[in-house]
């Protein structure tokens, strides 16, 4: 994690986003990168040390994960080095993306101009510091996200003023966002399920793509995490309204949430009697409706009344496993009847991905529907895991930092999505190496993979598998199966070796009971009935 810091506040860093004019690295890091001669290698070599830095952080990370899930490493040291970590990156220039300014942009078209982002886009206000900076494929996009995290961007740009500050505000935002949902998964599963806390707590504070992707890119996805931990933690106590409103809140800064706010309403209307159930439910929906209704008012009009959510749904992103099937289709279209048909067969694709993922989801919602014994807040919380996943896995559009949407949920989920989870925070934090492909070395430009990422592809069709035959089996979505998978000798770690002095012979018993295993699996030996005090 250390390289990769100082690999981010080198000068002319593969790492950075387009920067604002005169904004460069400084601090402790800068000195460290300028002892270290990083400034003297020209790109490829910035690239290829960039790589060594990211590489050496997904194996470092892996073992962590390994120790953390076997107890190896103390809930302390992974709250210490999450707080150190996102304080050091909140200090780097913009790392990895230029979303923040999408969201300066948005806010400033409220508090400069006093228009509406929904309608208006940054090419209507080209005359503006940021518009050199934002991605050229968002000038000519209207908002795209919820309310509540466009109320932010406003009062962000009022507070501040310079583009280096803008940067860093939401940095903070995220970082104090991060930080949260360590704390709120922390202390809940300390309390659930103890075994499992530090792991917890370390696939969010000690994740690369946390830190360097999502707070060095000042990404808002890590609200909507804190809202699914905090809904999370409401569900534990038995609040389910507010849970409700909690998630409303959360679909208010990206839709996504909506998925978890329906499994939701769909387990506690269905634990009610029959004859309360049209109330519960209409209350349920009014009120979660009405928190994201209260913060969008202002913004409505007939243009655009979905604000946004129609717009987002026609992108798409390399790393998409959806792109395989999007690509497919569009080439049998070309070769059919040219463009024309290749467009209409695109739409097609994206419609099929849709009609997967919505499938998955009302499958996931039947199951909690019809079996009441899977109505608790561990199965609904697996439940959000694997609808978050089904939605997220499939889509024509994934980026990195939507990974943050399923990283409070992972310590409940079984071994494969999981492990899945983890496989892709190593994956993609090696292979996102430059936000600008300008700074690729030339023979790295001309390559374009059509198809997705291998790895995230891979995951997909693992996990889709995985949630097919769990619900046609009707196995609840957080039990441990015991079929050997893969990893499960690396996530067991390495066997403590016994000192010989600590070895003790006990005098034979009368009565030997087996020992009995903890919820975590290791072994509690019980005292043997008939032994010597002495030796119990």
């Given at each position: 994690?250390l ?13 950075f ?7 460069e690295p400084s601090?402790?890091l800068?000195w ?9 290698l020209?790109?490829t ?9 990211t590489?050496?952080a997904?194996?470092g ?7 953390a899930?076997n107890?190896?490493?103390t809930?302390?040291t992974?709250?210490?080095?999450a707080?150190?970590?996102n304080v050091?990156?909140?200090?780097l220039?913009l ?8 969201y ?5 078209i409220?508090?400069?101009y006093?228009?509406?982002p ?16 934002t991605?050229p ?7 795209v ?8 961007s406003a ?15 939401f940095?903070m935002?995220t ?8 704390a ?17 707590a ?6 690369p793509i946390?830190v360097f992707?999502?707070?060095g890119g000042g990404?808002?996805d890590?609200l909507?995490a804190?809202f699914i931990?905090?809904a999370?933690?409401l569900?534990f ?7 409700a409103v909690t998630?409303?809140l ?5 839709a996504t ?9 769909v387990?506690?209307v269905?634990d ?8 519960v ?26 604000l ?6 026609g992108h798409?992103s390399?790393?998409?496993?959806g792109?395989i099937?999007v ?8 070769l ?6 290749a467009?209409?067969a ?5 419609i099929?991905?849709?009609a ?18 899977w109505r ?23 980026f990195?930092?939507y ?8 310590w409940?989920l ?6 899945s989870m ?17 700074r690729?070395p ?11 990422h291998?790895v995230?592809i891979?995951?997909?069709i693992?996990?889709?598998?995985t949630?097919?035959?769990r619900l ?5 979505f ?7 998978t893969?990893?499960?000798r ?6 403590m070796?016994?000192e010989?002095s600590?070895?003790v ?5 009368t009565n030997p ?6 919820s975590d699996?290791?072994?509690?030996p019980?005292p ?5 005090r002495?030796a119990?």
């Open positions: 994690m390289a990769v810091a100082v690999v981010s506040a080198t000068p002319r860093s593969p790492f986003a387009v920067l604002p004019e005169g904004y601090g402790p800068r460290l990168a300028d002892l270290l001669q990083l400034q003297r020209n790109d070599g910035l690239v290829i040390v960039g790589l060594i830095a590489s050496a997904a194996i990370f892996l073992l962590v994960a390994r120790e899930w107890g190896r490493i809930m302390r992974v709250i210490v080095l707080v150190v970590y050091t990156v909140v200090a220039p790392l990895f993306s230029r979303d923040v300014y999408s300066a942009y948005y806010g400033r409220i508090t400069t006093g228009s509406n929904y309608v208006l886009a940054p090419k209507d206000f080209p005359i503006n510091s940021l518009f050199h900076l991605w494929g968002w000038r000519g996009t209207p908002s996200y919820g309310p509540l995290f466009t109320w932010i009062i962000l740009t009022v507070v501040a003023k310079s583009l280096p500050s803008v940067i860093t505000s940095q935002v970082a104090a966002a991060s930080l949260g949902t360590v709120i998964v922390a202390r809940l599963v300390k309390r659930v399920r103890p075994a499992r806390a530090v792991f917890a370390a696939m969010i504070g000690l994740n946390v992707h999502v707070v990404h808002n890590m909507v804190f931990a905090a999370l933690a569900v106590n038995q609040r389910y309204l507010w849970s998630l409303a959360g679909m208010s800064v990206k949430a909506v998925i978890p706010l329906v499994l939701l309403i387990m506690v269905a009610t009697e029959p004859g309360r159930r049209r109330r439910l209409m209350t349920y929906v009014g009120v979660s409706g009405g928190v994201w209704l209260a913060l969008a008012i202002p913004f409505l009009q007939s243009i655009n009344p979905t946004g959510l129609m717009e987002v749904a798409d390399w790393l998409a496993p792109q099937l690509h497919l289709f569009s080439g049998i279209g070309r059919i009847g040219g463009e024309p048909f467009e209409h695109q739409v097609l694709a994206r099929t991905l849709l997967t993922s919505t499938g998955a989801v009302l499958w996931i919602a039947r199951k909690l529907w019809t079996k009441p014994e608790t807040p561990t199965a609904l919380a697996a439940a959000w895991g694997w609808a978050l996943l089904a939605v997220i896995l499939p889509a024509p559009i994934l990195t930092w990974l943050m949407w399923i990283l409070p949920l992972v409940v079984p071994k494969i999505p999981r492990r983890v496989l892709l925070s190593v994956f993609f934090v090696v292979t996102q190496l430059v936000t600008e492909s300008q690729l030339d023979g790295l430009r001309s390559v374009h993979l059509t198809f997705g291998p995230a891979a995951v997909c693992w996990v889709g598998i949630l097919y035959r046609r089996d009707d196995v609840p957080e039990a441990e199966t015991s079929q050997p893969l990893g499960d690396f996530e067991a770690g390495p066997a070796p016994i010989r600590a070895v012979t006990l005098p034979p018993a009971v087996p020992d009995r295993r903890s699996g290791h072994a509690r019980r043997r009935t008939g032994a010597p002495s119990r």
